[in-house]
Structures are given as structure tokens and as C-alpha cells.
């Protein structure tokens, strides 16, 4: 299995299986490493600007897989947890710890530097589960019971900030003796 540096599992053996398209690949199949980061690396660009900036990975021409390429990212954009399913829930303005954590599936070894980044997302129980070096990540796993209650939790938050209550009951539930039809100097708005 993987391991990061300081020696704990990534839960996979192979991270390219996981790894969707490249991050940089154009919808036309051409690179866009190339053409937006040619000074990090000029020799690629030239040799991708050659051939009119095409992906060699997509090209049936070449035999190229995403682990030839030197500039391969994949992050994974599901806001899922990719072992147990469970969905990401946020509320706006508020601080709490993500349910979702992202999972770097491929590391730097033996002092090279990490040029592929390949990353899913993982709910912050089961990434435990995965680091602690128990778990992998294609168990059939269902949600942890307190990953359940903290998304119901928050569901129920969200609920209660959409909850909409008209001013008249807010006024009848306050217990105010106020009709609607009269001003603060108690005359009555109709008759004028």
C-alpha cells in the first residue's frame, strides 16, 4: 500500500486508479500546463507547443498513461466521501470543521518532489481510519454513527435559518395588543 511520508497508509495501492482526468486537460484535449505555466517548466511547454499543445495522454497517437506525464494533477471536485458516501454539508458563515477532508493519494519519496497531485475526498472519520493505517479505501463502508448525527445536525441548523414567520405572528405570538390598521398615535389609518 502507499504510504506518506512519516509512513502512514493512503489506502490505495495504485493512486492513478482513483485519478480522474487531468486538471490541466482542455476540453479540446490540448494541455493547459503548457500554455499557462511555461515558465515552470520551459522544455515541456516547447515540446507540448510543438505539437500544437495536445495532451500525449489523450492522444491515440501516443502510448502516454496520466503516471508519464511530469505535470499530472487530478483533485478530486465530489464533495463526497469516496469510502462511505457521506455528503458534505456546510452552512454559510459559520466555522465548524468540514465533514469532508481532502486525501492526498500520491506523496514525494526519497527526497524527489511530488510533481503528480492526486486527491479525493474524505469524510474526516473514515480519513482517520485510512491514516491510522487500518482502513482502506475501497472498503464497503457505510457512514460512522457520529458523522450521521453531525450531518443531521447541520441539516437541521439549515432548516431552521430557512424557517419563515410572517411579522403578524411574530406580533401575535409576543402577546402585543397592536392592530396593524393604527398608527403609534392610535388613529386609525383607514378613516383618513
Known amino acids: 500500500m502507499e504510504k506518506t511520508p512519516r509512513g502512514t497508509a493512503v489506502g490505495v495501492d495504485d493512486p492513478y ?6 486538471d490541466y486537460l482542455t476540453g479540446d484535449g490540448r494541455c493547459r500546463y503548457a500554455l499557462e505555466h511555461y ?8 515540446e507540448r507547443a510543438h505539437e500544437d499543445h495536445e495532451c500525449p495522454v489523450v492522444d491515440p ?3 502516454w498513461s496520466w503516471a508519464d506525464c511530469p505535470h499530472f494533477r487530478s483533485r478530486n471536485r465530489e464533495r463526497e466521501c469516496i469510502r462511505c458516501g457521506l455528503a458534505e454539508k456546510r452552512i ?3 466555522d465548524e470543521r468540514p465533514l469532508l477532508e481532502e486525501h492526498h493519494l500520491s506523496y514525494a519519496r526519497d527526497g524527489e518532489t511530488l510533481s503528480h497531485e492526486i486527491t479525493v475526498y474524505l ?5 482517520a481510519k485510512v491514516h ?13 454513527p ?4 453531525e450531518l443531521e445536525g447541520r441539516r437541521s441548523r439549515e432548516h431552521e435559518e430557512l424557517g419563515f414567520e410572517s411579522a403578524a405572528k411574530r406580533y401575535r405570538d409576543s402577546g402585543t395588543d397592536h392592530d396593524d390598521r393604527t398608527d403609534q398615535t ?5 378613516n383618513e
Request: glycine share 6%.
Open 61 to 63: 497517437e501516443h502510448e
Open 132 to 144: 491510522n493505517s487500518w482502513a482502506r479505501i475501497t472498503d464497503d463502508a457505510a457512514p460512522e
Open 17 to 22: 486508479e482513483f485519478a480522474g482526468l487531468c
Open 146 to 149: 457520529d458523522a450521521i448525527a
Open 92 to 94: 454559510a458563515h459559520d
Open 186 to 190: 392610535g388613529r386609525d389609518e383607514r
Open 39 to 46: 515558465g515552470h517548466d520551459p522544455e515541456f511547454a516547447r
Open 123 to 127: 469524510c474526516r472519520w473514515c480519513h
